[in-house]
């Protein structure tokens, strides 16, 4: 049975370790591996002292020996440094007074192939006095290391793209939200986003369920979180506010079945900044049916979002003054004349002596002159008024839902801030001319405009008129 066995057995006299160990133990050596540590060389001396009696057929096979002399003669081919620290454990086990130890190691063959080796050993009834016998069986597992090499070398490949992903990537649990969409369904709902208008609760619950399992580090980058732990705890600070919109169709879809989805939305990283991202949420293979693992990627489009709104606002706003443009305020007249609401206050106001000042001061100064005018207007109007610049020198202010008496205590309020700028600009007074007029409805806007606009030049005739009678009386 020992000569024909399928595994390599060594049949081994360790009795010489037995006085080694007393000496020690006399000495008061409590730490037999640190001791070996301390002393490269004590191993040597140590395994020495484990003879060889028999070896089997397999262990000749295996190690490509021709016989026991030509094994026993090459041990030191076969054992080489990786066995150092095998050959310590085992001892150590035999130095707790253990029967039987295990280890797992690399040995070599005398060609120098290298073998992946478990070790078992135990001593034989009668010998645990004096260790005169043990039998050791070799294993081979070189096939079964390589594979698991092979293994954590793929998952190491695997870990580094997702923690070393330049998005920020999570793998989250959705179960607990699954269950709840089921107890929905369950109920009889059928029209998921009708319950989810009535519910709006639900959404914020069902964020709540989100459980996070493992983030890469760009994600705590970009949320400027120390640590995951700290990352998890503060979530609700994450998703909040302008994330239920899309959280909400993210449900929806869900509920549809799609499992693979992509959009847009906005987060907060842990120092209350918004980010916005495009997400890529798609279901792990094989968790179809209890959503138990979902991925989750993130791409910062922040910068993109920023310049886009600022081309936006290029759009519909004068860059000198920060108020709308004509563009928007032709669109805004249009929308205004379709859907109101009744009544709509408009007023026309020109900046009287805009081109005497370029005539006179240079362009500069007359744009600091439109720039205080949109100080002014920007203070006045809120929503949903607009104040616009309409051209070089004219303004307007489209105030909907909004009677005449509301327009008089907005022209009021123009002449109260007007006063309170020119006391900040004495050496050049900011004047202007308006015209208030209000349309009903069934009244075209068009009208009220020319209204507004006639008593604006009657205003400002006014105005000349009285400058020209201060100038002839001086």
Known sequence: MFELAPVSLWLEDYSGLH???EQLRAEGIEDLAAYLADDPARIVDYSAKLQVIKV???????????????????LDRI???DSRASLISELCQLWAGKNAFASQTVNYTLSGRRLDVQTKGTVLPGYEGTLGRVLVAVQDITDREAVRRQLDASERYARGLFEYSPVSLWVEDFSAIKVLLDDVRAKGITDFRVFLDVHEEFVVRCMREIRIISVNQHTLTLFRAPDQKTLMRRLPDILRDKMERPFKEQLIDLWDGKLLQQREVVNYTLNGEE????LQLSMLPGHEDDWALVQVALTDITARKKAEAY???LGKHDELTKLFNRSFYVDELNRLERKGPYPISIIIIDLDGLKSMNDQLGHLAGDGLLRRMGEVLTMAVSEPMHACRIGGD?????MPETDERGGQLMVDQLAGL???????????PLRISLGLATAE?????????????????????LHYAAAVSETVGS
């Not at 980010?275 to 495009?278: D, E, F, I, K, V």
């Not at 004219?394 to 489209?398: D, P, V, W």
């Not at 700028?421 to 004495?426: E, I, K, P, T």
Request: aromatic share 14%; glycine share 4%; hydrophobic share 40%.
């Open 394 to 398: 004219e303004f307007a202010i489209l």
């Open 418 to 428: 007007i006063e309170i700028n020119n006391q900040y600009y004495s050496s050049v």
């Open 79 to 81: 054992f080489g440094p």
């Open 19 to 21: 006085p080694l160990f």
């Open 311 to 313: 081309l936006e606002f």
């Open 56 to 74: 089997n057929r397999r262990t000749l096979e295996l190690f490509e020996a021709s016989g026991l002399d030509d094994l026993v003669g090459n």
């Open 441 to 461: 409805p069934n009244e075209r806007l068009e009208a009220t405009i020319r209204i507004a606009d006639e008593r604006m030049y009657e205003a400002k005739r």
């Open 275 to 278: 980010l916005y991202l495009h």
